[in-house]
């Protein structure tokens, strides 16, 4: 476990320190991606998650950017969060696994604007199926753009 407890924990993490070698481990896999232009584990600007902007190449012009938002916490809680900026607004979906008191600990707020509460669902337990569970579904809504 890497020490940066300075750093504190987040309110999603029911209070969980959070999972810096989880996120370096994300980050090195996600950097291999070709889906992804830039992978960056603790931006100074979101330094408790991974930031992954997508190729624009997978989007027509009306997307600006498409990015995934990781945070992963040492009692294995996390909020995986997607968004896409369009030239006429945006697209917010997200995966969680947290104590709330709008839904199960397993739930996801579905696009295009992410409600609370969301959908009560079961995640898997392993990490990499979890983020294999969203990759699949992000490159769904990918090809949805092509197909239409």
Do not use: K
């Not at 040492?74 to 104590?99: C, I, L, M, Q």
């Amino acid at each position: 476990m890497t020490d940066r407890s300075d750093e504190g924990a987040s309110a999603d993490g029911n209070g969980a320190p959070v999972d810096f070698d989880r996120l370096d481990l994300l980050a090195e896999r996600l950097s291999t991606d070709d889906r992804f232009t830039q992978v960056e584990a603790t931006p100074d600007f979101a330094p408790d998650r991974v930031a992954c902007v997508y190729d624009p190449g997978f989007y027509p012009r009306s997307v600006r950017e498409a990015r995934l938002e990781i945070v992963w916490f040492e009692n294995g809680d996390f909020t995986v969060h997607y968004h896409e900026d369009h030239a006429e607004g945006t697209f917010d979906h997200r995966w969680d696994r947290h104590p709330s008191d709008h839904n199960t600990r397993d739930h996801v707020h579905p696009g295009p604007d992410a409600p609370t509460p969301g959908t009560n669902v079961s995640h898997p337990s392993d990490w990499r199926d979890v983020l294999s569970t969203v990759l699949t579904a992000i490159e769904e809504r990918q090809r949805g753009f092509w197909t239409e």
